[in-house]
């Protein structure tokens, strides 16, 4: 796979890797590998950021779309992270409102799929 997409899917930037991380060509063997034991790169990167969007938006408890409401659109490091939860502004607290909120929903609307397709099958 392409080195974005591998990063991607590490949740870590891209630019932020080894040159020859970057360059070459990750396979899903070496993806593998890298998430069952991480070199040291990777785990100060997990560790201390900039994060991306989706590992920010999961360390607040938010969407990313609430990242983006709230003008929250570059990386985070973990620092950043932790200092906005202390800080606890509105969008903060309104973002994880709406974020349990539509999980909440989403789990109900689950549950109700399930229990439909088990009197349909009984």
Do not use: Y
Not at 79 to 86: G, H, T, V, W
């Amino acid at each position: 796979m392409k080195p974005a997409t591998a990063a991607k899917k590490l949740g870590v930037l891209l630019d932020l890797t080894p040159a020859e991380f970057q360059e070459g060509v990750v396979s899903r063997d070496e993806l593998n590998a890298l998430q069952a034991d991480p070199p040291e790169w990777l785990r100060e990167l997990r560790r201390t950021g900039p994060h991306p969007r989706p590992v920010v938006a999961a360390k607040l408890g938010v969407s990313i779309s609430g990242l983006a409401r709230a003008g929250v659109m570059d990386p985070l490091t973990t620092d950043e992270i932790e200092a906005l939860k202390e800080e606890f502004p509105e969008w903060l607290r309104r973002e994880r409102n709406t974020h349990a909120e539509v999980q909440r929903e989403a789990a109900e609307l689950k549950a109700e799929k399930a229990e439909k397709a088990g009197r349909t099958q009984a």
